[in-house]
């Protein structure tokens, strides 16, 4: 695969990602209900990828992998967790975008994500083993914090309660913990396909549950709505999921994630600017939290030194 070709999947990824955040977001608008629209777009995913494992033989082998692994105990339970993030995510997604925009949320993700992917990295929980705690990792760190801190000027706190502001970051922090237990997941079972599905099975139980008590004490949705891209969300991420996993051998972690992370920022821009969200602080002050962010991944991402544990 040229690497033109490569990196502009590894951007049209964050692209979907940003996309699927204000799609969610807008369900979670019209249902009144954030956590109904988190149980829809999962579920809806989840069943893409029962019919996908089933039809694929290398989804068949993960499955026989997974149940041996299961039963033989090489496979703690803790591993099969991911779920808990991926649902976290998408309620937040439900609860929080269509009010505070996909810029504001998408910059509390990532500097969730590079946070608490300085501390996994340091204690050695990823498939890599320990990865030491470089300058250009702090500093990009630190940069992310800026970026949250610009992106609560022009009065947004005085119109978004607290906790659709923290939500996303934490979030983040989730997806950094969910990345680094699918990478070791995947190890087991030898495709990113079983290790996704199992993920997906334990974040729409999460979800279901969520959504019949939200139902139960708030009432359920008067009519579900009737444009079919609001339902768009699960296919969209299991795409992407797949998209990552076909492309990476071609452009390596490094790229993969700037690309994504650059296309996700962008597209969360021009979404919020061609759609302003009810509480967003405006282009300009997106505009300014956009390109700190995306410093501090691509700061953060500077080739670092790996060493194992012994």
Do not use: K
Request: aromatic residues 6%.
């Amino acid at each position: 695969m040229p690497a033109w070709l490569a990196l502009s999947g590894a951007v049209l990824i964050g692209m979907m990602t940003a996309a699927q955040a204000r799609i969610n977001g807008e369900l979670g608008l019209r249902l009144s209900d954030g956590l109904v629209a988190a149980a829809i777009s999962f579920g809806s995913g989840l069943a893409i990828l029962i019919a996908l494992s089933l039809a694929l033989p290398s989804g068949r082998r993960g499955a026989r992998a997974l149940r041996a692994g299961m039963r033989e105990r090489t496979i703690p339970w803790w591993m099969l967790l991911g779920g808990v993030a991926g649902a976290l995510t998408v309620a937040t997604q439900g609860l929080a975008v269509a009010v505070i925009g996909v810029s504001l949320f998408t910059v509390g993700v990532v500097a969730g994500q590079t946070l608490n992917g300085l501390v996994l990295d340091r204690i050695g929980y990823g498939p890599a083993g320990v990865v030491a705690v470089t300058v250009p990792r702090v500093l990009g760190g630190a940069l992310a914090l800026v970026a949250v801190a610009v992106s609560l000027q022009g009065g947004v706190l005085d119109r978004v309660p607290l906790w659709m502001l923290v939500l996303p970051l934490i979030a983040g922090v989730g997806i950094a913990w969910q990345q680094a237990t699918n990478g070791r997941l995947r190890q087991r079972v030898g495709t990113p396909l079983t290790a996704t599905l199992v993920n997906f099975v334990g974040g729409t139980v999460l979800l279901v549950i969520a959504a019949v008590v939200s139902v139960a004490l708030r009432g359920a949705p008067e009519a579900l709505p009737t444009e079919p891209w609001l339902y768009a969300g699960g296919a969209m991420g299991v795409f992407y999921i797949f998209l990552s996993a076909a492309i990476v051998v071609h452009t390596g972690v490094l790229l993969l994630g700037l690309g994504a992370v650059a296309g996700q920022l962008l597209t969360a821009l021009v979404i919020d600017v061609a759609w302003p969200a009810a509480a967003g602080p405006g282009w300009i002050v997106e505009l300014v939290t956009v390109v700190v962010a995306l410093a501090s991944v691509v700061v953060a991402a500077v080739p670092w030194r790996r060493r194992r544990q012994a």
